[in-house]
């Protein structure tokens, strides 16, 4: 059912753990802190979320057993605190962090299936991949979570790892599956930050 090599999963890993040190180190640079503060955050923000998948799955914690999956880590951050005071920081936090949101909840969905997880629990994981390391970033820097705001994010992440999961299931997408699932939660987060698009909250009691 998944024939996504080895190889193509250590890049989508790559690839999410930079973006995401990337928009970790925006928010720290944001917030003045010094190069350790930008490692940190960056580190945070980057293996927050397969960290939580790895121990929920009970499989061993991907950076302890590749850990050169630090290294993107380290070099996102990095270029973060390189670039500085001229960083576009939001706009560049907000583009990464929704790139690193796409590919992770792709990539915690392939890693779950892979392991025999059922369809929905893999869709699970790979939202709570995408999601986790921005809420343990938020919580740390003080800051309201992203999460939980009424911004599309979990959704989009959600909606990412369902598109996978379904493209899966037809022969003539499974080869795009993995571009199909970024795509769809890249361009969702991106409409919803672009035309503020928000879910529905509940009516306030006119008490």
């Known amino acids: 059912?998944?024939?996504?090599?080895?190889?193509?999963?250590?890049?989508?890993?790559?690839?999410?753990?930079?973006?995401?040190a990337l928009s970790g180190g925006a928010?720290?640079?944001?917030?003045?802190?010094?190069?350790?503060?930008?490692?940190?955050?960056?580190?945070?923000?980057?293996?927050?979320?397969?960290?939580?998948?790895?121990?929920?799955l009970n499989l061993p914690v991907f950076w302890?057993?590749?850990?050169?999956s630090l290294i993107p880590a380290a070099l996102g951050s990095l270029?973060?605190?390189?670039?500085?005071?001229?960083?576009?920081v939001k706009r560049v936090m907000l583009w990464a962090d929704a790139l690193g949101l796409a590919v992770f909840a792709v990539l915690g969905t392939v890693s779950a299936l892979?392991?025999?997880?059922?369809p929905v629990i893999a869709i699970v994981m790979g939202t709570i991949t995408a999601?986790?390391?921005?809420?343990?970033?938020?919580?740390?820097?003080?800051e309201p979570p992203i999460l939980?705001?009424?911004?599309?994010?979990?959704?989009?992440?959600?909606?990412?790892a369902i598109v996978y999961v379904g493209c899966l299931q037809v022969p003539a997408l499974q080869e795009l599956a993995e571009v199909l699932g970024v795509l769809a939660a890249f361009s969702t987060r991106l409409l919803a930050i672009q035309?503020?698009?928000?879910?529905?909250?509940?009516?306030?009691s006119l008490d």
């Open 1 to 20: 059912m998944i024939e996504i090599t080895a190889e193509v999963l250590r890049i989508l890993n790559y690839a999410g753990v930079f973006v995401f």
């Open 27 to 56: 928010v720290a640079i944001r917030h003045n802190m010094d190069l350790f503060g930008v490692m940190v955050i960056g580190l945070i923000t980057a293996v927050g979320g397969g960290t939580l998948r790895d121990i929920l």
């Open 64 to 68: 302890l057993a590749d850990s050169t």
């Open 79 to 88: 270029c973060a605190f390189a670039l500085g005071a001229p960083l576009p």
């Open 114 to 118: 892979r392991v025999g997880s059922s």
């Open 131 to 142: 999601t986790a390391g921005g809420l343990l970033r938020d919580i740390v820097c003080n």
């Open 148 to 160: 939980l705001k009424d911004e599309i994010y979990a959704t989009a992440a959600l909606l990412g």
């Open 195 to 204: 035309w503020h698009i928000t879910l529905p909250r509940a009516r306030q």
